[in-house]
Nanobody, 115 residues
Framework: QVRLVESGGGLVQAGGSLRLSCAAS????????MGWYRQVPGKEREFVAT???????NYADSVKGRFAISRDNAENTVFLQMNSLKPEDTAVYYC?????????WGQGTQVTVSS
């Protein structure tokens, strides 16, 4: 119902920054919130941050103070500014769009942080 396309991943040294983008298309008016999750091979997908339609944000404890989620409603895009990156931030980052009862996911973008 909603197509989500992530971009902006790549390779960065520890302490560096990356900015991820997620563009939504389709039935965008049914979206209540957008957010980011990440997943490392062999581990469960992990919550990173969300941005609700009323402007509230929420972050995982592991990224508070380092990551910032923002949303451009006119462009139907959500961003994740990642600063002070650590090797443990290495993962595939997935964008999601939360509807009343369902959630859509993007294909993911790889973020690799070297020591």
């Amino acid at each position: 119902q909603v197509r989500l396309v992530e971009s902006g991943g790549g390779l960065v040294q520890a302490g560096g920054s990356l900015r991820l983008s997620c563009a939504a298309s389709g039935s965008i008016f049914s979206i209540n919130a957008m957010g980011w999750y990440r997943q490392v091979p062999g581990k469960e997908r992990e919550f990173v941050a969300t941005f609700t339609n009323d402007g509230k944000t929420n972050y995982a404890d592991s990224v508070k103070g380092r990551f910032a989620i923002s949303r451009d409603n006119a462009e139907n895009t959500v961003f994740l500014q990642m600063n002070s990156l650590k090797p443990e931030d290495t993962a595939v980052y997935y964008c999601n769009a939360v509807h009343r009862y369902t959630t859509d996911w993007g294909q993911g973008t790889q973020v690799t942080v070297s020591s």
